[in-house]
């Protein structure tokens, strides 16, 4: 392997919560968005003649993100030039459509105009090596997953109303908006000194008839999810929903409310057929009940969004030891 930057994302340690692919023989035709080009495989050290690539701060399911040195900025005197760089991975880099899959994460999430949401910078492509990539702001804390793994017993109320409310408020931001997340669980949340951000809309898209001038493109090429957060009617091949987005949530809450996931980190689909039920007695009553409706097998019974925000908005306000708690995580 000659490229440097990829073997960095090889090296890197696997997450065992990443989003994984199916590719559909036999897919249903529809509008595709064309290719600029083919592209390489080698993803460059500077990106425009611009972005300088520094580091690489996290592998997912589709690509991976880097920091990287805003040259305009830094020429400019800014003392702080730096931003988060997202592309795809060499394996999706080669599909057709690989930058107008990109371009639809961006298109969707550059809509959304919310403190807790990920803020986008633009969209490019590399002229020498066509590779499509986001410049978003970059962020520093940890991710959500991190969090909850040094609170086995779950987090202590006041920090995980805090958590939950900002998570709430984002995502009836962003399905107000038009827009679906379609991978919601821990390690998509960031939580840092600049507050809470939900990011990684790589599997998002528009609910139906909004947003109808984005690109088009032919999902059902491929089923994407993250088995342990995702709704058991995705599984079972249905279509992204607003109802599936609060089904992952709700898995989130209760994870992050108890320290364990509400299935045993089966699928739903799993749990589904097991006939299991989220544990309510280790949760408040008005609490239980709201993440136990969120957790719904049936969609056409699951909790609504603000249904899920009256709970968390009336529940005991304790203080909350967050911001202590990040202290302890370099920025």
């Known amino acids: 392997m000659n490229d440097p930057l990829a073997q960095l994302a090889a090296e890197a340690v696997a997450d065992p919560d990443l989003t994984y692919f199916a590719f559909a023989a ?76 990109l371009y639809s994460e961006f298109a969707l999430t550059s809509r959304l105009r919310h403190a807790n949401v990920v803020q986008l910078h633009a969209f490019d492509i590399d002229p020498l090596s066509q590779r499509a990539f986001i410049t978003l702001e970059l962020l520093s804390g940890c991710t959500l997953d991190r969090f909850i793994d040094e609170h086995p017993a779950g987090a202590p109320w ?56 984005l690109p088009q493109l032919c999902r059902s090429r491929f089923a994407a999810w993250t088995l342990r957060y995702a709704a058991p009617e995705l599984l079972d091949g ?13 898995c989130v809450l209760y994870e992050l409310c108890t320290g364990r996931h509400p299935f045993r980190r089966l699928s739903g689909k799993q749990a589904r057929a097991m006939q299991l039920q989220a544990e309510a007695s280790v949760l408040a009553p008005p609490i239980a009940r709201a993440l136990q409706a969120g957790l719904a097998f049936d969609p056409a019974r699951r909790a609504s969004l603000e249904e899920l925000l009256q709970a968390f908005r009336t529940a005991p ?12 995580w370099p920025a």
């Open 26 to 101: 036999g897919a249903r035709s529809g509008p595709r968005v064309p290719p600029l080009m083919p592209t390489s495989a080698a993803l460059p050290e500077v990106l425009c003649g611009r972005y300088r690539i520094e580091r690489l701060l996290g592998v997912g399911g589709m690509g991976a993100v880097y920091q990287a040195c805003d040259l305009l900025r830094e020429q400019f005197g800014d003392p702080q030039p730096y931003v988060a760089l997202k592309t795809l991975g060499e394996d999706f880099a080669e599909y057709p459509d690989a930058s107008a899959l």
């Open 158 to 213: 006041g920090d995980a109303r805090e958590i939950g409310l900002a998570l709430l408020e984002a995502l009836a931001h962003a399905h107000a908006a038009g827009v679906l997340h379609g991978d919601l669980k821990p390690s998509n949340v960031m939580v840092g000194d600049q507050g809470l951000r939900l990011f990684d809309f790589g599997l998002g898209q528009a609910q139906e008839n909004r947003l109808p001038g």
């Open 238 to 250: 249905e279509a992204l929903s607003a109802a599936a987005d609060i089904y992952a949530l709700s």
């Open 317 to 328: 306000q304790p203080s909350s030891r967050l911001m202590r708690w990040l202290g302890r």
